[in-house]
């Protein structure tokens, strides 16, 4: 999935193809994605101890408020996006910028919440190497997202700018 701030008209999602390569809109990041998904949920399985939720310790706890924290920030950025949601990260050819919501809080929340699930899930496994896993996630989305912010910077370019200036990367408050 994708954090864009921009988001075309409804029935737009023709925008995604109209005039660019698979290439050109990022397609490759996708592609890269989806097994640094596989890899959050599946490590921490592997490399992990669940305990039962009526023995949940600290770090457990705080995982299962994290990943419910991140599968609701995550769902309301995507409701937000609505028809405009794109997993590439070049905006859509029609694309307004959105700046209200979700986007308020962060200019990436569907990055921001994939890595609270990822730290999340890691920390309710109890799983050193999903939280390493975690760490890979966040360098991953931060670079994406910082392809992303050139094309932004590109399509709208004082706005993003203030944008910016205002509002956190990925993490509420501290990034």
Sequence with gaps: MAGIVAIGTPGSMADTTEGRSFRDRGGW???????????????????????P???????????????VAGVLQTAVSMLTLGRGLTPYPRPLEGAVLRTQGAYAIVRHP????????????????????????AVLLLVFFDR???LEEGWLMLKFP??????????????????
Excluded: C
């Excluded at 592609?31 to 490399?47: F, G, N, T």
């Excluded at 004082?158 to 990034?175: C, F, M, S, W």
């Design 158 to 175: 004082e706005e993003y700018a203030l944008y910016r200036q205002r509002v956190r990367k990925l993490i509420p408050g501290i990034y």
């Design 144 to 146: 994406k997202a910082a």
């Design 29 to 51: 990041w996708v592609v890269a994605q989806l097994p640094m998904l596989l890899l959050a949920y599946l490590v921490p399985l592997r490399y992990g101890r669940a305990l």
């Design 110 to 133: 569907i990055y921001g919440g994939i890595l609270f699930m990822s730290i999340g899930w890691s920390l309710f496994q109890h799983s050193l190497a999903g939280l390493a896993i």
């Design 53 to 67: 939720l009526e023995q949940l310790d600290l770090p457990g706890g705080m995982g299962v408020a994290l990943l």
